[in-house]
């Protein structure tokens, strides 16, 4: 699929790659790059948004040579995607979900000329619709062309799904409104239109989809085009558009589509997303349009940095920024390595411990040991034997923390006492000093950390 329209761009990228970035190369490439995309079915705005979007990135940038060429690809790339973005996105089934929640049926209108696959593509969404269990009404409003009523009755008939249709010439608006009315009075999800095919240049008949459309008021309007028409299903999307301001567009034979470009010249022209792409003979070969898949199938996948490109204008400055950022980041991160070193310490402990770190800047002098985490080097145990002993309230701030911490570090180094020991009894401690692992756990610790 796209095979030459992921050419036109390989190419275009590579002529840049071999060349210095000046303007009058430039434009030399910008020419061949227009010539290979008309080719591919890309229309004449679409090409004159990406030369001007290309010379605007590239004239006055410097850029090293040997990454020419990815520049150039992630603009093309780029500029392709804002266009679709632009065009927005339409979540059909959503859509249909949130009224069927009103008790009222989404009204779909489907048009295009003949031959481009429609009334199989109405088949191809009406068991989209069964998959995702809504319920469906096909209009067969195509009473012009001979044989439209009984192919689309054979594919509601393959679907089970019901079908209104009257005889051949009648008014395709009536069979539309019967259509909506049956749905409303069975409580069905969805109705189909399926519109007679108009040639683009036929004014009367052009004026019968204004009517239809008129009559029932169809919440979405999709416009049905031949991938393989090229420009001609480009026009064609241009006209109807100016008649019925379709809301989307549905592009069949795109599996065998080589070219690609009327995907991308429909959105442009039309300011309409492309919904769906037919890409097969069977009912389940309908598929949602993804423009990532797109991207990447016409420029293989997303490498490149922002980074790449260097301005004239940038300043050391910001530069610097950056680099201060990132330290502050490391030194973020070892802060949050730190306290997470006790295994014991609660999630909520440890968030009260980044706020009380937060809300009170460091002193400029502290010992090593105490930059970062106070009680760094103090045991879970002692911690938590010495809040039982003596009876300590969590710290509010950094300063009583360390303050704390101190005091557990003398407590420790004078052999742990229990409160108000005489030095009688501290030494008769030394004598029997017992094991921390023979030591009964507490209840409750400093921050309320202890196993119970």
């Given at each position: 699929m796209f095979d030459k329209l992921r050419n036109a761009f390989s190419s275009a990228v590579k002529s840049f790659g071999e060349k210095e970035l000046k303007e009058k190369d430039i434009d030399e490439v910008l020419f061949e790059l227009e010539v290979a995309l008309l080719e591919?079915?890309?229309a004449i705005e679409v090409i004159d948004m990406l030369k001007g979007d290309l010379k605007k990135q590239l004239v006055g940038v410097t850029v090293e040579k040997d990454k020419i060429a990815d520049i150039v690809k992630q603009n093309l790339r780029q500029s392709i995607s804002s266009m679709f973005d632009s065009a927005g996105k339409i979540d059909v089934l959503f859509n249909i979900q949130k009224k069927k929640k009103t008790g009222e049926p989404y009204i779909i209108s489907f048009m295009g000329i003949n031959g481009t696959g429609k009334t199989t593509t109405i088949a191809k969404f009406a068991n989209l619709l069964r998959e995702n269990k809504f319920?469906?009404?096909?209009?067969?409003?195509?009473?012009?062309?001979?044989?439209?009523?009984?192919?689309?009755?054979?594919?509601?008939?393959?679907?089970?799904?019901?079908?209104?249709?009257?005889?051949?010439?009648?008014?395709?608006?009536?069979?539309?409104?019967?259509?909506?009315?049956?749905?409303?009075?069975?409580?069905?999800?969805c109705v189909l239109i399926d519109t007679a095919g108009r040639m683009q240049t036929s004014k009367n008949l052009m004026d019968q989809i204004s009517k239809i459309n008129k009559v029932v008021n169809p919440d979405l309007k999709l416009f049905v085009g031949d991938a393989l028409a090229g420009n001609d299903t480009v026009s064609q999307a241009r006209e109807f558009y100016n008649y019925t301001k379709f809301d989307g567009a549905i592009l069949t034979k795109s599996d065998a589509d080589?070219?690609?470009?009327?995907?991308?010249?429909?959105?442009?022209?039309?300011?309409?997303?492309?919904?769906?792409?037919?890409?097969?003979?069977?009912?389940?070969?309908?598929?949602?349009?993804?423009?990532?898949?797109?991207?990447?199938?016409?420029?293989?996948?997303?490498?490149?940095?922002?980074?790449?490109?260097?301005?004239?204008?940038?300043?050391?400055?910001?530069?610097?920024?950056?680099?201060?950022?990132?330290?502050?980041?490391?030194?973020?991160?070892?802060?949050?390595?730190?306290?997470?070193?006790?295994?014991?310490?609660?999630?909520?402990?440890?968030?009260?411990?980044?706020?009380?770190?937060?809300?009170?800047?460091?002193?400029?002098?502290?010992i090593p040991e105490q930059q970062g985490d106070p009680f760094a080097g103090i045991a879970t145990n002692d911690i938590e034997k010495y809040s039982d002993l003596f009876d300590v309230t969590p710290p509010e701030n950094d300063n009583e923390a360390r303050k704390l911490a101190d005091k557990i570090r003398k407590w420790i180094?004078?052999?742990?006492?229990?409160?108000?020991?005489?030095?009688?009894?501290?030494?008769?401690?030394?004598?029997?000093?017992?094991?921390?692992?023979?030591?009964?756990?507490?209840?409750?610790s400093l921050f309320g950390w202890g196993k119970k």
């Open positions: 591919s079915d890309v319920s469906a009404v096909i209009a067969a409003a195509d009473t012009y062309r001979a044989g439209a009523i009984e192919q689309i009755s054979e594919h509601a008939k393959r679907l089970n799904i019901k079908i209104i249709a009257q005889n051949y010439g009648s008014d395709p608006a009536a069979v539309a409104r019967d259509a909506v009315l049956y749905a409303k009075s069975h409580k069905l999800d080589a070219r690609g470009g009327a995907a991308i010249s429909i959105v442009k022209v039309t300011s309409s997303p492309i919904l769906y792409l037919g890409v097969g003979q069977e009912y389940k070969d309908l598929k949602p349009f993804d423009k990532d898949l797109f991207l990447e199938m016409l420029f293989g996948s997303q490498e490149i940095t922002p980074d790449m490109i260097a301005y004239h204008k940038e300043k050391p400055q910001e530069k610097i920024e950056q680099k201060e950022t990132r330290e502050e980041k490391v030194v973020a991160d070892k802060s949050a390595e730190k306290i997470s070193e006790t295994k014991q310490v609660k999630p909520s402990i440890v968030a009260e411990a980044k706020v009380v770190q937060k809300e009170v800047q460091p002193e400029p002098k502290q180094s004078d052999g742990r006492p229990k409160p108000k020991e005489t030095t009688k009894e501290l030494e008769e401690k030394e004598e029997m000093t017992v094991s921390e692992d023979e030591r009964p756990k507490k209840k409750h």
